[in-house]
Nanobody, 115 residues
Framework: QVTLEESGGGLVQPGGSLRVSCTAS????????RAWYRQAPGKQREFVPS???????TYADFAKGRFTISRGDVKNRVDLQMTNLKPDDTAVYSC?????????WGRGTQVTVSS
């Protein structure tokens, strides 16, 4: 079993930056893919970026150039640095952890972009 905890959400003004983090605990496999998804009110959940233990990284088109996914300083932590945030980026950002035979989700953290 793997438990995911997101942190770092909050309120930021348009054009600002924010970093959210996802830390895994429990029985974390040595090989996994960690991804961020987001869901805005009234919209479907959408993929943001992902990173594998082999450091293969994929971004959604809207995230390219503004968002950066990376491994945090703490073991089993993945960070998502978001810059030049727009009101359309307002959503609950959730972390997904996938291993060979299991998939886990965090509860999410709210990111609100508003003046």
């Amino acid at each position: 079993q793997v438990t995911l905890e997101e942190s770092g959400g909050g309120l930021v003004q348009p054009g600002g930056s924010l970093r959210v983090s996802c830390t895994a605990s429990g029985n974390v496999d040595s090989t996994y893919v960690r991804a961020w998804y987001r869901q805005a009110p009234g919209k479907q959940r959408e993929f943001v970026p992902s990173i594998s233990t082999g450091n293969s990284i994929t971004y959604a088109d809207f995230a390219k150039g503004r968002f950066t996914i990376s491994r945090g300083d703490v073991k089993n932590r993945v960070d998502l640095q978001m810059t030049n945030l727009k009101p359309d980026d307002t959503a609950v950002y959730s972390c997904r952890h996938s291993e060979s035979r299991a998939l886990f989700w965090g509860r999410g953290t709210q990111v609100t972009v508003s003046s």
